[in-house]
């Protein structure tokens, strides 16, 4: 039996969906600020894997991190992909 009412979990969710879509808004915003762009968006809008990816920044694809986080997010100059895919 749950402990809460069907009512109460699909407000939740419904707000943690709208949290989520805020989260992804923002980061659109910033991406287009600052012209970077993570490596999960990345491999995904191009369609490639992470051992592709990999290969690209061992050919000498820029890569963007963090010196202060403890995070190994990668990030990469949207127009820094495009020089490189134009490029081979």
């Known amino acids: 039996m749950g402990t ?4 109460f979990e699909q ?9 989520a879509q805020k989260k ?4 659109r915003q910033l991406q287009n600020k600052t012209g970077l762009i993570s490596a ?3 491999k995904e809008e ?3 894997t ?5 290969n690209w ?10 010196p202060f986080e403890s ?4 990030y990469f100059r949207v127009s820094d992909v495009i020089n490189f895919l134009s490029v081979r």
């Open 11 to 19: 407000g939740l969710l419904d707000k943690v969906d709208e949290l």
């Open 46 to 48: 191009l369609g490639i």
């Open 71 to 74: 995070s190994k997010k990668q």
């Open 4 to 7: 809460f009412s069907v009512e």
């Open 24 to 27: 992804l808004e923002l980061e």
């Open 40 to 42: 999960k968006v990345l």
């Open 50 to 54: 992470g051992t592709t990816l990999g």
């Open 57 to 66: 920044i061992k050919a000498d694809l820029k890569v963007y991190q963090s």
